[in-house]
């Protein structure tokens, strides 16, 4: 008998309402059909219960659920190490503003100008140093059309420490107005300096005027930081002159 036949007379068979002669065929075919004989027992099988569909329901559920748990505690993973990220960035950010823009003019009031002298060449030397034990690390040049050019100390949000030697807080400077004037002018820069001041606006204090009568230098000075134009020495001196603030 043909296999397809004896499937659909299988649940006859198995309900024991089929024919003797159908039977007799079934058993006869069952004997050689793997399917078949699979077909018939599975008929035997307990139906699943509406616990077990309801188990196995929820198994399916629970799968899917922890399958989507897993998924969202990824995503949440991410999203939590993405804000951390976002978060350090912000703060290096705001750390390295906060120590590094360097914006805020120092308080003229705790700006020191002393011993200001000059020297035979007409250059000024004067101590620059600041009342306070933080470090210096910018100053800004700020130029208006009368003549006025201002040293303006600038520091960042949040400042170190002075630490010991080489420091713009507290160091002896030369003030070379003449040589500032005859660049600007060898640039074609419309601007003649008469007055030079540290810090900005009124506050600010003067250091030099055009005309302006400053006690001469010393010998030890004029050794120091005097020089003769084209001199071995005036370039030996250039290269180990103070500092010049600069913008
Ligand atoms: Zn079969």
Redesign the pocket.
């Known amino acids: 008998m043909e296999?397809e036949i004896?499937?659909d007379l299988l649940p006859l068979y198995h309900d024991g309402v089929c024919s003797a002669a159908s039977r007799a065929a079934v058993e006869v075919?069952?004997e050689t059909?793997d399917?078949?004989r699979e077909a018939l027992a599975e008929m035997d099988a307990p139906l699943p219960t509406a616990e077990t569909q309801k188990n196995a329901a929820d198994g399916a559920a629970v799968k899917k659920i922890s399958e989507e748990w897993k998924k969202t505690r990824w995503k949440a993973r991410l999203k939590g190490a993405a804000m951390a990220a976002a978060v350090c960035l912000v703060l290096v950010g705001a750390w390295l503003a906060a120590t590094q823009l360097h914006l805020f003019p120092v308080p003229a009031e705790k700006i020191q100008l002393s011993n200001v002298r000059q020297l035979s060449d007409g250059r000024v030397l004067y101590h620059f140093y600041i009342d306070d034990d933080l470090n210096l690390r910018r100053v800004k040049f700020e130029y208006d059309e009368a003549g006025n050019k201002y040293y303006v100390p600038l520091r960042a949000l949040i400042t170190e420490k002075r630490w010991d030697g080489v420091t713009l807080a507290d160091r002896e400077m030369i003030l070379d107005v003449a040589e500032e004037n005859t660049w600007a002018e060898s640039q074609g820069i419309d601007r003649e300096v008469t007055r030079v001041w540290y810090g900005r606006g009124e506050e600010a204090v003067l250091l030099w005027e055009e005309g302006m009568d400053l006690p001469a230098a010393s010998a030890a000075d004029e050794a120091a930081w005097g020089y003769e134009q084209g001199s071995a020495d005036y370039w030996a001196a250039r290269e180990n002159e103070p500092l010049k603030a600069g913008g």
């Open positions: 296999h004896v499937m075919h069952l059909c399917i078949c």
